[in-house]
């Protein structure tokens, strides 16, 4: 199975394209779309998308992650193993979406015998990515793709910090529905003899709920969203707006 | 053949992870994305989806729903057996898309011996559909999943009334064209000698034709809809714009 | 394999409709959706999409691509045989993505014994597309469809000229990424002892690099594209935001 995470959208032809080549030379394989709508770029949005996501797919899944402001530059492309998955990404920080103790062995991708010729310097999605992740779907071990290196780049989300009250974090993601996805850990909210208070951006508290609908439609709550972070909702609404908050936005949390 | 329509959009991971869990446990299984694009929350035009689309898949096809604001809640997740196809939703509304004389049995899911571990209250469509779904799929009999149920919540879509003129009904859908989709049956339509006239909101009549073509580019049209209903259009252009009009808004005919 | 181009979106059951048609007549063929998000009756990008894309994919292929604004009318349905492709469109030029000299055979698709029925005069896609195809793709031999043509539609994207200082062409599309894809072919740009200056709408001059990243965040960067043409990029911005251009806007290139 490959998966596919790019900022390609799905209005031009980049990420079907991506397919006929995957397909043409593995016919069998299978392919999920897991997200083309990582805003252009933003390879934060890939690290959060692939971090949440790549644990539900099951073992001897190749992600191929092409979100790629360096394409065509002399940035490396990277294979990583990690956990029986096999990662295809660039090495500008994606990685970083897989904990560093769990990462086995990371090589540099250098086949140019099995690159489409010649290599497009806008579009080795197509070029390069495809034509390897074909490859290694049809068998070839993933540690003969290029050298191992020695180190590569990581970009890891911000982390929230202890404070005497509780936590000071931001906010990582703004889904579709409006929910702001926190860096506050989940587990540390459970099980207190008093709901936590949250602030984000100083505006009046919200507290923690189980679910959205504990509170009336239109009012805001506090959750522990499936990644395992606080999350900040409005039942039936949106937090984003209500609040006018967005990335980055500062969030506190009194325990 | 597993079918989806939620309203998870495509920016966040959401719709993805749905996927890897059920190829995780029912590898062969095929997946049709139907619709992620629902309007957040919006049960009425998750039912005119599933009611518009669910007699052209074919037998065996277990549909998963999941547009579901009261998740996490004790809301009831439903499993339902109609003309050969089964249906996972929540106990929202949603079921109303099937009629109920084609409904043949309808069980509460409760096994947990199935789900993830744990189950997230704000993301069970990963941690209950999917794994029941893929349960299903690889052969779980779809009247396992749980008891018999007495009732359960059907979310009609309005219906137009007949008048002395006609009919009076309103805009179901507004579809990416502009398009309105309304309540009014189409077979009420056809064969007459003069053909019907049709008010949106007040403003000057259209008249019925055939096809968007037969008038010209820019201007209004009614026609008998791909759903089998009254659908006033706009050739090459927007109704929606050019008629200001909305979801719910009046639609007359006169025969 | 069948491919799907279509101007439906996302939002509206109208793709995943088409797909339950062929998968019920064809349980094992793979659907690939290339683009469900051409504009709205734009015949121009989705031959762009068409043209850009089709190489891509595997000999055998099926390529299915509804922009019809004629659908109803007595438009014909075509069936082209191109390098072993397989093309099912309207005849409203949307075959002018293949060259000409490529093109094997077309023929008139006139087979109500596979269409479903009633056919709706306003959705083919899935009453007279997704059948034939489905047929097709299970073994019909794509001459049998109906009778051949003697000539057809061709929309030719349009064609950059030659000028004493280099060429003059226009912006045929525009990106997610606010990329300039233009019709000035990138082979007569490169091995030039000075790089070609370009100019958009007349704005000051921008330069060829090889990539984008040759140039610092935020500044315009001419490059020769994936799909072999002149592209005016930011980079990691939006050179239709920054230039104000859009499909049609003059380019100019001196040698």
Redesign the interface.
Known sequence: ?I?LVT????????A??V???I??RA?GV????????????DLRHAV??LA??RT???EG?IFVTVVD?????DRRILCAIAGGQVHLAPDNGILGAIPADRVEAVHAVERPDLYLSPV????QG??VFAPVAAAIATGLDPRSVGPPVESYLRLELPRARRTAEGWTGEVL?V???GNLVTNVPGDSLAGLRTPPRVWVRGMPAVSLA?????RAPGELVA????SGYL?VAV??GSAAAKLSAAVGSVVEVWL
Chains 1, 2, 3 share one sequence.
């Open positions: 199975m998966v900022d390609f959208g799905l209005a031009d032809p980049y079907g394209v397919k006929g080549v397909l043409g016919p299978r392919i999920v779309d897991l997200c083309h709508e990582v805003p252009p770029q959060f998308v949440s996501s539900f797919f099951p899944t402001p360096g394409v065509g530059t497009s310097p806008t579009f197509r070029d993601v889904d579709r529905f189980r679910s959205y609908a504990d959750v522990v969203g499936s999350e039942n039936r």
